[in-house]
């Protein structure tokens, strides 16, 4: 099923908001910057004495998340709700 829809062509640009470019380049050097440090911090755990500990660690949570997936649901979502009690604001 086609529908025509109108379309109405304005004669001038719609405007930037002022520095848009500068804004973007920024942020994207932002971002480049983050990514070239944390590739550097995974760089260096990846050499430390920690990986192979790392690595063991998460091997075990994946067998027990297999096993237990309801107890690991209910686990996680008890350390959400903590964490998130612990990082509520005051008012």
């Known amino acids: 099923m086609e529908q025509e829809v109108p379309v109405t062509i304005h004669g001038s640009k719609p405007k930037e908001p002022q520095g848009g470019a500068r804004v973007e380049a920024s942020i994207l ?20 004495e920690s990986w192979h500990t790392i690595q063991q660690g998460t091997e075990k949570a994946r067998e027990y998340i297999k096993k237990n997936p309801a107890r690991a649901m209910l686990l996680t979502l008890g350390a959400g709700a903590l964490v998130g009690f612990l990082m509520k604001r005051k008012r």
């Open 29 to 48: 050097g932002q971002v480049t910057e983050i990514s070239e440090v944390l590739a550097g911090v995974l760089s260096c755990l990846r050499e430390s």
